[in-house]
């Protein structure tokens, strides 16, 4: 076995990082333009009266759709209807963008409806403007309650990312599969790449609860976790 | 326009081939409902683990549980339908074969089992410590009073998140088409390729879908409701 | 009704949390049928003691026999293990003592019937005609019998607490632990609750009760043990300790409780 792990993991490590940057990059993607939609779709679903349908529509379908079928979905059927994304790296990031973009948003919209109604009032009376209040007393306070659940999302985003591989980006899965139909010898392979994103989310999962503990006992402030 | 909207969506194409959707989305709810039965069953097992006064047993059943909640679950059902019938072929020295249908179940349910165990561990330990006490010191053993008292209470508590989970289970089970297991989106797959119209089937199947699992979250927030005034939950 | 044999022994008690010695060697000898009050500061271990008599604590060192039999394992103060009861004996001796919390700890998913009967079923192994028969007979003794198809949470503190005494009694043990059972309860329900364990003592139940009411240990006990810092400083009539205390903390202390 050892062997076998020096044949094809290690002569492969090249392509296999490859794939891992892949990865990387999709996901960072992905999970910024999700919290830009996700705070979009929040404000417009609590700010604006006409639209709010809209947003609330784009959520639930973003929420109650799998991943695979936004995915294909995103990738064959965009192009020919909306015209973009014109490349598969494209479709990718913005599928898995809008299944989390769904839950942020609802994510965002406990945090600001969490959010004491005090901490404006005083603001208010302080004579902050509306601008100021929003930027530096709701959101920081918003955004500490938040932040372990949108953490949560970026860990769904690179599970989901796994997926990608499907529409030919050529990720850490799609190098790993590639191998593996290139030999047919999967046990090495498979199993490194399993403990490569397990080692990936463990990683993310650890410091995103570093951080909470750390804001939590900095700033006292109660979480929704 | 009317033209470009069938382009787009195409309810007829979806009632031509309904027949072969349909099996297709029974394939989905038959692993749906072996892996979360396999799911629910590992769950009980390493969430009770989880709060076991031996030590051991409780870094066996964490580690289970981060390990399961921190792979993707593409990996895993890869893994489990290329590398475990090898390791198992090994170990009894035989070739060993795992059809898609079983390794679908086998590694979705080992995979939500981690998060189900979680539920189960928080669903037991918000059963208040009183409750147990009240029941030992009557004389009941451990064991019972799990049975009796701690379990019905828990379980009760565990199921919004439960739900919730199962959800997310029924979600991804559309993944196992990836190793040929003859569900909806294998079908719709199978079906555009044969039709050269991949736009409607798609944007049918992310429909379908999302009517579905709306109307099942909906139903089942609607119960968790009527059982939380009952004063259940 | 005076004891041949104490119906609990205990020697030596000591018990520590980690590095905190919470019990520091309590030697005491309760005879059947009459009333223990175990009053003392918050943390001088009176609830810990209490716990220690049905195993819901685990002694650190020294031993305890309920009805002669010795509820254990536990640790000779040189650290040689002493071998006691099995989980089973110690289920079983659990089963002879009935203890009433502070919390009341009902089971809120089943009825007030269901709650008396639980054990009965569970334990005891009656049928559940009997099982049935005998609970409601205990709930009339607490007068609560119009209450037993209600789920605990309709009910009110006092009567809650009724319940658990119902519960616990209709297991017909030896002797009754009452932990504080009262602390929890609105000023105007703690008098239900005491005239039941009033009661109690008149008909000659062997009682243990940790409580801060000083009216009930003053009148209705037997002994008083007044515990500080894990260890008993004042133990006698209710007479004694009352109006002479040898120990100048227990005379603060009751003179405070009763301001």
């Given at each position: ?20 940057w892949?990865?990387?990059?999709v ?12 705070l ?13 349908v ?97 953490v ?27 191998i ?39 700033f006292?402030i109660?979480?929704?976790? | ?19 072969v ?54 990996v895993?059902?890869v ?76 379980v ?78 | 009704?005076?004891?041949d ?49 049905n ?33 089973r ?18 089971w ?92 109690l ?12 009411e ?45 301001s």
């Amino acid at each position: 076995m050892i062997e076998n792990f020096n044949r094809f993991v290690l002569a492969n490590t090249g392509t296999l990082l490859d794939g891992l940057w892949v990865t990387a990059y999709v996901c960072f993607w992905a999970f910024l333009l999700a919290i830009v939609l996700g705070l979009i779709a929040c404000l417009i679903r609590m700010r604006l009266p006409y639209a709010r349908v809209v947003a609330i529509g784009y959520i639930e379908f973003c929420r109650a759709t799998p991943i695979l079928v936004q995915l294909l979905w995103v990738n064959y059927v965009w192009p020919e209807v909306f015209g973009f994304p014109q490349t598969v790296t494209g479709a990718g990031v913005i599928a898995l963008a809008l299944q989390s973009s769904g839950y942020l948003a609802e994510t965002f919209r406990s945090g600001f409806e969490g959010l004491p109604k005090g901490q404006r009032e005083a603001a208010l009376a302080v004579g902050m403007s509306r601008w100021r209040i929003v930027s530096r007393i709701e959101a920081p306070q918003v955004g500490l309650v938040v932040a372990p659940l949108v953490v949560n999302q970026l860990a769904v985003v690179v599970k989901s990312s796994t997926l990608v591989s499907i529409i030919a980006i050529p990720d850490l899965m799609y190098q790993g599969l590639k191998i593996v139909n290139q030999w047919y010898e999967p046990i090495e392979v498979l199993t490194t790449i399993a403990l490569t994103y397990f080692a990936l989310l463990f990683a993310i999962s650890r410091i995103a609860n570093y951080a909470y503990v750390y804001f939590q006992t900095k700033f006292g402030i109660a979480s929704s976790r | 326009m009317f033209v470009a909207l069938q382009n787009v969506f195409d309810p007829a194409l979806f009632w031509e081939y309904r027949a072969v959707l349909l099996t297709g989305l029974l394939q989905n709810i038959i692993i749906f409902a072996e892996s979360a039965v396999l799911a629910i069953f590992l769950a009980f097992i390493v969430g009770i683990a989880s709060l076991s006064r031996h030590g051991p047993v409780r870094w066996t059943a964490v580690a289970y549980a981060e390990f399961f909640r921190n792979t993707p679950e593409y990996v895993l059902l890869v893994w489990v339908y290329f590398v475990l019938p090898l390791i198992i072929g090994t170990a009894l020295g035989t070739k060993a074969n795992l059809s898609p249908h079983v390794a679908a179940v086998i590694g979705l349910g080992v995979a939500y089992s981690g998060f189900l165990s979680e539920t189960v561990r928080a669903g037991l330990r918000s059963v208040s410590y009183g409750q147990t006490e009240s029941a030992l010191s009557l004389g009941m053993s451990g064991f019972t009073a799990l049975r009796r008292i701690v379990l019905p209470q828990a379980v009760r508590r565990m199921l919004p998140e439960a739900v919730n989970q199962l959800v997310s289970l029924f979600k991804s089970t559309t993944i196992v088409s990836l190793i040929a297991v003859q569900d909806i989106m294998y079908q719709v797959s199978m079906i555009s390729v044969a039709e050269m119209r991949p736009v409607p089937l798609y944007t049918g199947a992310a429909l379908l879908y999302c009517i579905v699992i709306i109307v099942a979250t909906q139903l089942f927030q609607r119960l968790t409701e009527r059982w939380r005034r009952r004063g259940w939950a | 009704m005076d004891g041949d044999r104490p119906i609990i022994r205990v020697k030596d008690l000591r018990k520590s949390f980690g590095s905190v010695e919470v019990l520091r060697g309590i030697t005491i000898d309760v005879s059947p049928g009459s009333v223990l009050s175990i009053i003392g500061a918050s943390g001088s271990g009176k609830s810990t003691f209490l716990r220690c008599l049905n195993y819901l604590e685990r002694p650190t060192s020294g031993d305890i026999f309920v009805d002669g039999e010795a509820i254990g394992p536990s640790i000779a103060p040189n650290g040689q293990r002493k071998s006691g009861a099995s989980p089973r004996d110690i289920a079983r001796i659990r089963s002879k003592l009935g203890m009433v919390f502070q919390q009341f700890n009902l089971w809120p998913h089943m009825t007030v019937l269901g709650n008396v009967i639980e054990a009965l079923i569970q334990v005891k192994h009656m049928r559940r005609r009997e099982a049935v028969e005998i609970g409601q007979q205990f709930l009339a003794k607490v007068n609560l019998l119009n209450k037993k198809d209600e789920y605990p949470a309709k009910l009110s503190g006092g009567q809650q607490q009724r319940v658990a005494i119902a519960r616990a009694l209709a297991m017909q043990p030896k002797v009754m632990l009452f932990d504080e059972a009262t602390s929890s309860l609105d000023p105007e329900l703690t008098g239900e609750v005491l005239e039941v364990m009033r009661d109690l003592a008149r008909e000659g139940m062997t009682m243990l009760v940790v409580t801060h009411e000083m009216g009930f240990a003053r009148d209705a006990s037997d002994r008083i043990i007044f515990l500080h810092d894990g260890k008993v400083e004042e133990d006698g009539t209710a007479a004694q300790v009352f109006s002479a205390p040898a120990s100048e903390r227990c005379q603060r202390f009751i003179s405070s409780a009763l301001s």
